[in-house]
């Protein structure tokens, strides 16, 4: 099921202005006056799976979207300070008027966001660059390809806390590390406790989906991997938790675009003007995210709801505030640091083959 992200009911919405000021103006408050901030719903399924899962079996073989058809998009993760400009670039009415009818929404889990693009539940989504390599060898559906970038450089991070004892990665045997869930992070994450010595076999690997900031406050977790430290490390920051972040790029992580725009292949060759319609959209995401920090506030905040360990400030401004300048402007991804990252991935056995990079990634759908 997808539902837009749309600014909440009376009650949210009264609850979202208190804590929310600054931003101007924005077409948000007279288009989207009723509550819906959720992630698609779904069946669990195996892991490794290859077809649509039964919910969306109503959705059929994969549908390349046209001008006058519906686009479904599936962000990485719940909308946050990293993903922002494609919420924006919809509430501001930017897809519409480049005549693309758009819905963004978030997937159950943070491993899904490829495969609903694959299976052909979405005709585009948001994904971490690493993903897409793994994809051309997880036969997960049709083949995808990434038109542009959102986040241009890898923000991935380890993190803990004072109170657990840990001095140093070498420190993190015996210890829980909370992951989201996504495919290469515990590959990536082997390789890092391989310097120190280590093996997935020394540490306890927990998922902990879209809350692992959570997980590590509440003490479910002695560390956290995959989250990042423009996000979940600046919160910590802010509320004073004096959180130990070790950047991934610092523990021999390759640099690479945190956050792509992928699509199915076929689609894209089929109906390109879609495509880079929507892309000079997006492109408009960063500029308004930054023009009407409010309303990103308030749109990031609906999917915390009432949790009681929310915090305006803390959990939503500051990480906007760090990130805002980290979104890409012009969307153009890196083709020679992608290769790397793929070689990288192949050298370390995490592929299994090397990927055709130059087929799947392209900036030939940017505005010049």
Known sequence: MRIAYVLGGLAAAVF??????????????ATHPEAASTSKQETTAPKGETTVPEV????????????????????????????????????EKHFEDAGLTVSVGGPKNSARA????????????VAQQPQVLLATEEEVGAPLLAIGSVIKQNNAAMIWLPKSGIG????????TIGIPGVPF????????????????EDVEVKRTNFRSMAALLEGRVD?????????????????????????AQSLGIPGYEELVVIAPAKCVAKHPAVYRDFMRALARGPEEVR?????????????????????????????????????SADAHMNLGRVAHLADWMYEKGILKRKPPVRQLFTNDYLAP
């Open 16 to 29: 979202l202005l208190a804590g929310c000021g600054g931003g101007g103006t924005s077409n948000i408050a």
């Open 56 to 91: 969306f079996k109503d959705r059929g073989p994969l549908r390349c979207p046209t001008h006058s058809t519906e686009m479904p998009v599936t962000l990485d993760a719940d909308p946050n300070a990293e993903n922002i400009g494609t919420v924006m670039a919809e509430a």
């Open 114 to 125: 490829v495969k609903y693009v694959a299976l052909g539940i979405d005709a585009i989504g």
């Open 168 to 175: 140093d990665i070498a420190d993190l045997k015996g210890k």
């Open 185 to 200: 992070q515990e590959a990536f994450l082997g390789e890092i406790l391989s310097r120190a010595g280590l093996t997935l």
């Open 223 to 247: 560390a956290i991997f995959g989250v990042t430290w423009n996000v979940e490390g600046a919160a910590l920051e802010a509320r004073g938790a004096e959180p130990v972040i070790k950047r």
């Open 291 to 327: 023009n009407h920090h409010g309303v990103a506030v308030s749109l990031i905040s609906e999917n915390y709801g009432f949790d009681p360990r929310f915090r305006m400030r803390t959990d939503v401004r500051v990480p906007l505030k760090v990130s805002a300048p980290l979104l």
